[in-house]
């Protein structure tokens, strides 16, 4: 059903001050307004909010057909607190009708919109807030709402942000695994989220406390990282543990204390959380992040890592849990890998949490989930992403949200400011490029993480990068829950019985950051040297299969513009046999280089024409002596993406 502009018969203008109503009459022609409020108090101010659908064209604008807040304010010195209206006015609403993550804000302020965007800069997770002023919607003539969409296009980088998200506005996919832990909790079940860094276990923590109370849930995180956590024993924690849950309830914070021996620690803990669960409206959820911190083996304290402080902490919580809290104590177990959940031994003792909840790993996008991440946040940035590119950047990154939003941050950064604009082909393979290197030192902390860690996941990774069949073939019968880890993690991908890296861009980092001497000169030297021979052999071998079937007179003509005066004389022939001999052919790449760059030249590289020609003239200006010049680390990242690239569009499969 279309959407008109106007207002709904229940809509009473007449009650908002005669100063903003022009202003409201200038919404009304975008939108259909739903819904007035009661001025909303803030301090000693007040505020003004409608309630708007936008018209079906104006829906395309702001990329969003359900309803969002268009705030007013009369005052003529913005001040930040205004903002805090958004909150009242959302509390009154129901969310899912509700557009949260674009709003408008109409001030007195002629400032507004470089307020604004200093506010934003500073705070990046905030909403997308479109600003303009009173008087300028107050003029009759134009459509100042949509010229307002327009300008502030270029705010900030909304892909670009590198922290976890707090917040629910950039918050993409998932959605099943934060609705399964609350609803796991919700019925006094326990749960897990497993992934490695960069996989937004964080986030998601974030997401189950933004949504827990709509699930009748109060969420109590340990963060485990912290020396305040892993530095106590396993009674000091306990009794973290009830401080911090009567603090999320929203008791005053104590630390009891639990007595000196074992069975008086038990007790003691048993009656304080009793007491802290009876006077709990909703149920607890208790989140233990970076568990591997507090885990044998792994911890950041000896008396988790190789004491008895993991025996005595879990059997006290897991008896307590099964036996006291009537369900209303669920455990969220989170971290790198679940090996708390499947080591049934603990110092030769049983392990109290052997599968003690079900083993959950954060899921990577989907390609509708990537599209929505993609496209909406692009088309606020004046960036349109074809199904093309946005499948291009699934299959580069298989739907992992952090390293598709850096690229997509890299094409924003490279791109023109004349927007909108559509992305094209060669922008993301630039941003590819861009990106190569603070991708390998991302996968570097991941591979290291691994190996320090987790060794066995680390060599099993290693054998599927080189490809090692009989050794994976081992392991999934020796230790097939390892093999699940990687799978879990979105690393690899099974095909029948065979492995593989799941995504290109991870597969091409990772060759390079196994066991190979890449960082002394002579190692790099001799990596490009035998990249380079190898691939000017199978150009040569593509440009002469081209060449066979052009006319004597074309192919002359080609190298007339291909070729100086001077390289052209001294050829002793032209023949295409000659010219691109494996054992004699007097061509550089430099030559190769200006023949591709020729438009009669292998046509089908169409538009890809400029990428080849771009990364080959980086491939060739790296010729140096190898034993005088040193390679850098930027220059490295910068002709491995080169020969990446060159390798995939003439290298045979």
């Not at 590119?389 to 094409?411: D, E, N, W, Y």
Request: hydrophobic share 35%; net charge negative; proline share 4%.
């Amino acid at each position: 059903m279309s959407t008109n502009p106007g207002y709904h018969p229940d809509v009473n203008v007449s009650a908002y001050p005669t100063s903003i109503r022009k202003a409201i009459q200038r919404v009304a022609s975008n939108f259909y307004v739903t819904r007035s409020f009661d001025a909303v108090q803030i301090g000693n101010s007040r505020y003004w909010a409608l309630l708007v659908r936008p018209t079906d064209e104006f829906s395309i604008y702001i990329n969003t057909d359900r309803e969002v807040v268009a705030l007013f304010s009369e005052y003529e010195n913005f001040e930040i607190r205004t903002l805090e209206a958004y909150d009242d006015i959302y509390d009154q609403l129901e969310s899912k009708r509700v557009d949260k993550s674009v709003r408008f804000l109409i001030s007195g302020d002629h400032r507004i919109e470089s307020i604004i965007k200093h506010y934003l800069n500073q705070h990046p997770e905030y909403p997308i807030v479109i600003p303009t002023t009173i008087d300028i919607l107050s003029i009759s003539t134009g459509n100042h709402l949509l010229e307002a969409v327009r300008r502030n296009y270029l705010i900030r980088d909304l892909f670009g942000y590198q922290n976890p998200l707090r917040e629910e506005t950039f918050f993409f996919g998932r959605q099943e695994v934060v609705n399964n832990v609350l609803d796991m909790a919700r019925s006094g079940q326990n749960s897990s989220l497993f992934g490695l860094r960069k996989s937004g276990k964080t986030s998601a923590i974030y997401a189950i406390q933004r949504k827990a109370k709509g699930f009748s849930c109060n969420v109590t995180v340990i963060d485990c990282q912290n020396p305040a956590v892993h530095a106590r024993t396993f009674d000091g924690l306990l009794s973290f543990i009830i401080s911090e849950v009567k603090k999320s309830i929203g008791f005053k914070s104590t630390y009891p204390d639990l007595g000196k021996t074992l069975p008086e620690v038990s007790e003691q803990f048993f009656q304080h959380m009793k007491n802290a669960l009876s006077v709990a409206k909703n149920n607890i959820i208790l989140i233990f992040d970076e568990i591997e911190n507090i885990s044998p083996s792994t911890a950041a304290s000896p008396h988790w890592r190789s004491g008895n402080d993991s025996i005595y902490f879990w059997q006290i919580l897991r008896s307590f849990s099964q036996s006291e809290s009537k369900g209303k104590l669920s455990i969220c177990i989170v971290g790198t890998s679940p090996y708390i959940l499947e080591t049934a031994k603990i110092n030769d003792v049983d392990n109290p949490i052997y599968l003690f909840a079900p083993k959950t790993y954060i899921p990577n996008l989907s390609f509708e989930e990537t599209k929505d991440m993609v496209e909406r946040l692009g088309y606020f940035m004046g960036l349109e992403f074809s199904p093309e590119i946005i499948a291009k950047l699934q299959m580069g990154f298989g739907g992992h949200p952090f390293f598709t939003r850096q690229v997509c941050s890299k094409i924003h950064q490279q791109a023109s400011p004349n927007r909108p604009l559509k992305v094209s082909e060669a922008a993301l393979e630039r941003a590819n490029t861009a990106f190569y290197g603070q991708l390998e030192g991302y996968l570097r902390d991941i591979i290291t993480q691994l190996r320090n860690a987790y060794p066995e996941e680390f060599d099993i990774l290693h054998a599927v990068v080189e490809g090692q069949k009989d050794e994976i073939a081992e392991y999934g019968r020796d230790a097939p829950d390892l093999i699940d880890h990687l799978l879990g993690y979105g690393l690899i991908e099974r095909s029948g019985d065979d492995f593989d890296i799941k995504f290109e861009a991870i597969k091409t980092a990772l060759r390079r950051l196994f066991p190979q001497d890449d960082t002394s000169t002579e190692g790099r030297w001799a990596e490009i040297s035998k990249r380079r021979n190898s691939i000017e052999t199978e150009i040569r071998t593509t440009l002469f299969h081209w060449a066979r079937s052009v006319s004597a007179d074309d192919w002359n003509s080609i190298l007339d513009l291909s070729l100086t005066n001077k390289r052209r004389e001294g050829l002793i022939s032209s023949e295409p046999a000659f010219l691109f001999s494996s054992k004699t052919s007097p061509l550089y790449l430099s030559d190769l280089l200006m023949l591709l760059k020729q438009s009669l030249v292998l046509p089908y590289l169409d538009e890809r024409r400029s990428i080849v020609t771009r990364h080959l003239d980086t491939i060739n200006k790296l010729r140096r002596d190898a034993h005088a010049t040193t390679v850098s680390d930027d220059e490295m990242s910068s002709i491995r993406a080169a020969f990446d690239y060159i390798e995939g569009e003439f290298a045979p499969p």
